[in-house]
């Protein structure tokens, strides 16, 4: 079946400290893979996205790569702000009715 | 910038009332989406809805639950008679829509979510 593992937070980060969030999937078929990120008292909002193999998605200065051989897409940003506290999940969509399998979300709490 | 508008923002029921939450799609949109979200636990997919007719459900989505499109603005999600259980956060999104026969991502927009507490 269709799931999206992501590491359990909350994270707590200082300001310009390199930021990881692992994410990993199983599939049936060849999904396309998403980050999206909720601010407090906000919806779900796409981060960015990759929808083959070796794509790298990229936004705002965040980057994740599609790796077939390990099934993952972990999110990775260089140096965090206070402004990238938020929620983020790692979701997979396979098929032809954007049906998303999102993970249990990530909080990112970065301080000053 | 075109968004997706869910209403209300926080509803609070009585068990075995009736609830219906309502979102307003992006205009150009032709595929309507309900996940919901339980207090710490993953966005769970409920219902697809293209065409005026479901497309696909999920096992969540019981007789209880019901989706329309009324008045091809608003897209609305019923629970019949509310449970403790259904306590939740529930999101609303919509697409532009898929190629059929592919797996190209199209983007969903989603609303900024119905907080439902069941009393």
């Known amino acids: 079946g269709n799931s999206v593992t992501q590491m359990e937070g909350p994270v707590t980060l200082s300001e310009e400290a390199f930021l990881t969030i692992n994410c990993t999937y199983t599939?049936?078929?060849?999904?396309?893979l998403f980050w999206y990120v909720q601010y407090p008292g906000e919806g779900l909002q796409l981060l960015l996205k990759?929808?083959?193999?070796?794509d790298k998605g990229s936004n705002k200065g965040f980057e994740a790569t599609y790796r077939k051989e390990t099934t993952s897409f972990h999110l990775e940003k260089g140096s965090v702000q206070v402004s990238d506290s938020a929620v983020y999940f790692c979701?997979?969509?396979?098929?032809?009715?954007?049906?998303?399998?999102f993970g249990s979300g990530t909080k990112l709490n970065v301080k000053p | 910038e075109p968004e997706v508008t869910q209403t209300p923002s926080h509803q609070v029921t009585q068990m075995g009332q009736e609830v219906i939450l309502r979102c307003v799609p992006i205009?150009?949109?032709?595929?309507f989406y309900w996940y919901r979200q339980i207090l710490g636990q993953k966005v769970e997919f409920l219902v697809s809805?293209?065409?005026?007719?479901?497309?696909?459900k999920s096992e969540i989505f019981d007789d209880q639950f019901s989706v329309e499109r009324p008045d091809g603005s608003n897209f609305t999600l019923k629970i019949r008679s509310t449970k403790l259980e259904d306590s939740a956060m529930y999101f609303c999104?919509?697409?532009?829509?898929?190629?059929?026969?592919?797996?190209?991502?199209?983007?969903?927009?989603f609303g900024q979510g119905t907080r439902l507490t069941v009393v």
């Open positions: 979701a997979l969509k396979t098929g032809n009715f954007n049906k998303f399998y």
């Open positions: 809805f293209y065409n005026n007719e479901i497309s696909e």
């Open positions: 205009s150009n949109h032709l595929y």
């Open positions: 990759a929808t083959k193999a070796d």
């Open positions: 999104a919509s697409s532009e829509g898929a190629q059929w026969g592919t797996a190209v991502a199209t983007e969903a927009f």
């Open positions: 599939a049936t078929g060849y999904p396309s």
